[in-house]
């Protein structure tokens, strides 16, 4: 099993940032899928997540109205669409796939990790 995140780099305030988690299993379609980050200094964080069945959505409360999370079966991809992007939003931001079809905020319910992807946000 594999998972990619790729889509970070070097923006602006306010700016826009689309990332992207690729996995290479099929049957990720019925497990949910949730985004993390890491600041420096700081821990792993809850970003949001995406169910698979019935692509029920959560948020973290820092970026709910600005980041939007979806997937696409047919791709075995999941997004990450970030807008009005803060400083406070750089990070690594991780994607990993959970063991259940339900967004769990702790690290802890997801079994695959993927590699992170660097966002930083310059004011």
């Known amino acids: 099993v594999q998972l990619q995140a790729s889509g970070g780099g070097s923006v602006k305030a306010g700016d826009s940032l689309r990332l992207s988690c690729a996995h290479s299993?099929?049957?990720?379609?019925?497990?949910?899928v949730g985004w993390f980050r890491q600041a420096p200094g700081k821990e792993r964080e809850f970003v949001g997540g995406?169910?698979?069945?019935?692509?029920?959505?959560r948020y973290a409360d820092s970026v709910k109205g600005r980041f939007t999370i979806s997937r696409d079966s047919a791709e075995n991809t999941v997004y990450l669409q970030m807008a009005s992007l803060m400083p406070e939003d750089t990070a690594v931001y991780y994607c990993?796939?959970?063991?259940?079809?339900?967004?769990?905020?702790?690290?802890?319910?997801?079994?695959?990790w993927g590699q992170g992807t660097l966002v930083t946000v310059s004011s």
């Open positions: 990993a796939v959970s063991n259940y079809d339900r967004v769990y905020t702790g690290p802890r319910a997801y079994a695959y």
């Open positions: 299993w099929r049957s990720f379609s019925t497990n949910a």
């Open positions: 995406i169910t698979g069945a019935d692509r029920i959505t």
